[in-house]
């Protein structure tokens, strides 16, 4: 038999679980809508003859902390 406990434990985690599903829906759809996304400063990009490198750095920086912010306050929220 399931403890009770347990059962909200799991109800929490499939929370989390939705709530994050719909944001990275809510970011597809407007990841292209954002102009500054991905030509932010320190972005790298190499354009030579038959070459093209591009390393979005400061994007990917940018993305790291936000996403780090959400998930911190998503588990102060549900502890």
């Not at 190499?46 to 902390?65: C, I, N, Q």
């Amino acid at each position: 038999m399931v403890a009770m406990a347990d059962m909200q434990g799991l109800g929490k985690i499939l929370i989390i679980v939705g709530v994050v599903i719909v944001l990275l829906g809510v970011i597809l759809l407007w990841l292209p809508k954002i102009p500054f996304l991905g030509k932010l400063p320190g972005d790298v990009l190499v354009k030579r003859e038959g070459f093209t490198f591009y390393f979005p750095l400061a994007t990917s920086l940018l993305l790291s902390l936000l996403l780090s912010l959400i998930l911190y306050l998503a588990r102060r929220f549900f502890q």
